[in-house]
């Protein structure tokens, strides 16, 4: 997780994480796993914005990790679709009870228009939890996009039982749903 948020391996020569990430996707997609034909060749990724208000040389990983996607041939381009209107606690470091809702995402991220024809979106994250930040982004989108299809990429998930991790490159496809509370659940 460490080597993942400051976007670097450690070793005799440091190796930016997000392309070997991309790189295991990729291997992924192309095989007859429950990746295959995830990304189309035409998807546009669109990063998931940070907790934080943008700031031009800070490290944005899921940014980071679209454009390696789309280096291996992952998706047609990366897109910078959504910003951060005002900055949220981060997830990582807030109690359960306390991280902002996926309306609270939703109400806190504006879109940056495109002028390029969208036909398919992928959001990218680096890590999902329960997936707030990624429901309100997607919401977010459906305002602009409301026929194009969206989907959500997250390179982690958590596992809160320790008893069902079994590997650490187990790729899965899953669903995010809106609970009751307002906050969301994924499976798996």
């Given at each position: 997780m460490i080597a993942w948020k400051t976007g670097r391996l450690t070793g005799a020569r440091p190796v930016p994480f997000w392309h070997t990430i991309a790189s295991l996707t990729k291997g992924s997609v192309d095989s007859t796993g429950p990746l295959e034909s995830f990304v189309s060749?035409?998807?546009v990724?669109?990063?998931?914005?940070k907790s934080g208000l943008w700031q031009e040389d800070s490290l944005w990983v899921p940014d980071?990790?679209?454009k390696s996607m789309v280096q291996v041939g992952l998706g047609r381009r990366?897109?910078?679709l959504l910003r951060r209107t005002e900055a949220l606690p981060k997830a990582a470091t807030s109690l359960a009870s306390t991280r902002p809702s996926a309306s609270r995402h939703y109400e806190t991220l504006t879109i940056q228009k495109d002028l390029e024809?969208?036909?398919e979106i992928v959001l990218v994250d680096d890590v999902v939890t329960r997936g707030d930040t990624m429901l309100g982004s997607a919401?977010?989108?459906l305002e602009s996009y409301p026929r194009t299809p969206i989907k959500g990429f997250a390179a982690i998930r958590t596992v809160s039982n320790p008893l069902e991790f079994t590997d650490v490159n187990q790729p899965v496809v899953g669903w995010i749903t809106l609970r009751p509370d307002g906050h969301c659940l994924?499976?798996?």
């Amino acid at each position: 997780m460490i080597a993942w948020k400051t976007g670097r391996l450690t070793g005799a020569r440091p190796v930016p994480f997000w392309h070997t990430i991309a790189s295991l996707t990729k291997g992924s997609v192309d095989s007859t796993g429950p990746l295959e034909s995830f990304v189309s060749p035409a998807a546009v990724l669109v990063p998931v914005p940070k907790s934080g208000l943008w700031q031009e040389d800070s490290l944005w990983v899921p940014d980071r990790l679209a454009k390696s996607m789309v280096q291996v041939g992952l998706g047609r381009r990366a897109a910078r679709l959504l910003r951060r209107t005002e900055a949220l606690p981060k997830a990582a470091t807030s109690l359960a009870s306390t991280r902002p809702s996926a309306s609270r995402h939703y109400e806190t991220l504006t879109i940056q228009k495109d002028l390029e024809p969208v036909p398919e979106i992928v959001l990218v994250d680096d890590v999902v939890t329960r997936g707030d930040t990624m429901l309100g982004s997607a919401n977010r989108l459906l305002e602009s996009y409301p026929r194009t299809p969206i989907k959500g990429f997250a390179a982690i998930r958590t596992v809160s039982n320790p008893l069902e991790f079994t590997d650490v490159n187990q790729p899965v496809v899953g669903w995010i749903t809106l609970r009751p509370d307002g906050h969301c659940l994924r499976r798996p």
